[in-house]
């Protein structure tokens, strides 16, 4: 049997976690959305210094940059990581242009998250917990998505390119490592965030 007719269950049982996760996060950020929006003297649950909070975030015009809070981007776009996820643990097998759709979808969570990194650390000058949930999800999930893609022949590319991406995959916690710490270097660089805890 071919590798890209095979299952990713590993793959599935990720997206599941992944659209739990950040399901429940953007469920948080918009509770807290509403009860700002009902008294305007709310402080959030998750604002514990001037560095570390949601409140600053949430009320930015980064916070709602199409028109409506992003938290409810969050409540809709984990959902299909989810599904995604149940439905090839169930047996569901999915064509090549399902997967560069699904890998688009993903290409622009990663590149808005990326975008919201970059508002957060040097424009609004802090960092929301509920907003940094978020990108530990959404991350990996671009990765593995991307290279899954890839190897199975879903974006066409050559077949050393496919072996690389299916020999990326083995190696995909220590990319994504070192991706989350080249944030928080750079957002203690920019922020001095330490200086706050100790």
């Known amino acids: 049997m071919q590798k890209s007719h095979q299952r990713p269950v590993g793959l599935a049982i990720w997206l599941v976690l992944a659209g739990i996760v950040g399901l429940g996060a953007a469920f948080a950020l918009t509770l807290e959305k509403f009860e700002a929006l009902v008294d305007p003297d709310h402080v959030a649950g998750c604002d514990f210094n001037p560095i570390v909070q949601c409140g600053a975030n949430l009320d930015s015009a980064q916070g709602s940059v199409f028109g409506f809070p992003n938290p409810l981007l969050g409540l809709v776009g984990w959902m299909a990581p989810l599904v995604v996820g149940m439905a090839i643990l169930a047996g569901a097998r999915f064509a090549k242009w399902f997967w560069v759709l699904f890998t688009l979808g993903l290409t622009f969570a990663f590149g808005f998250v990326c975008w919201l990194i970059a508002q957060s650390i040097f424009v609004i000058g802090t960092l929301c917990p509920w907003c940094m949930v978020t990108w530990s999800v959404t991350i990996p999930s671009f990765y593995a998505v ?22 990326l995959m083995g190696w995909l916690p220590l990319i994504v490592t070192v991706s989350f710490v080249a944030i928080a270097v750079i957002a203690e660089l920019r922020l001095h965030l330490l200086a706050f805890f100790f």
């Open 146 to 167: 991307l290279l899954h893609s890839v190897r199975i022949g879903a974006i066409p590319l050559p077949q050393s390119v496919r072996r690389l991406a299916d020999t």
